[in-house]
């Protein structure tokens, strides 16, 4: 049995309201907006402007926002360790792909600081944002640790 192209979401728009449904996660950026397939049926889009973020879900009952809006300790993901600060003051912390290729034009895939919980991924539109400052390059294949030389004080053992 095939997989479902289909992603469970949650839209977070700036009046507080959430919408729930289901996102194609190659196709749901549109012109126009995201583009939601609600649970009932209607496929809807929401223009950008509206959109605080867009929650990937496990479950539609949890929640939308991040339990934590930062990282307590750097983190270990690969990939620009990013502040985003949106137009109503919030902050959030996250990692974005360290690959240009990568970034869509209309916004930032976001990995938060609890993906581990019910909030997988968040995708950001540019037009929710202030500011995105980068605080740090976590596994940045330019510089490769160095083996530890073996110890000149220890003996061989069967040499």
Do not use: C
Request: proline share 9%; charged share 25%.
């Amino acid at each position: 049995m095939s997989t479902s192209t289909t992603k469970k979401a949650l839209i977070r728009r700036y009046d507080r309201e959430n919408l729930a449904g289901f996102v194609n996660p190659a196709s749901f950026l549109q012109p126009g907006g995201v583009e939601l397939l609600s649970g009932d049926g209607h496929a809807a889009t929401v223009p950008y402007a509206e959109i605080k973020f867009v929650a990937f879900v496990r479950d539609f009952e949890g929640e939308a926002e991040p339990e934590r809006p930062n990282f307590q300790t750097r983190p270990k993901i690969a990939g620009l360790w990013v502040n985003l600060r949106f137009r109503d003051g919030s902050l959030l912390e996250g990692i974005i792909p360290n690959n240009l290729m990568l970034l869509e034009a209309t916004g930032f895939t976001v990995t938060p600081p609890d993906s581990v919980g019910n909030l997988q991924r968040l995708w950001v539109p540019r037009q929710s944002l202030v500011a995105v400052e980068v605080l740090g390059v976590v596994g940045s294949p330019l510089r490769q640790r160095k083996p530890k030389p073996p110890a000149k004080d220890q003996i061989g053992l069967f040499d």
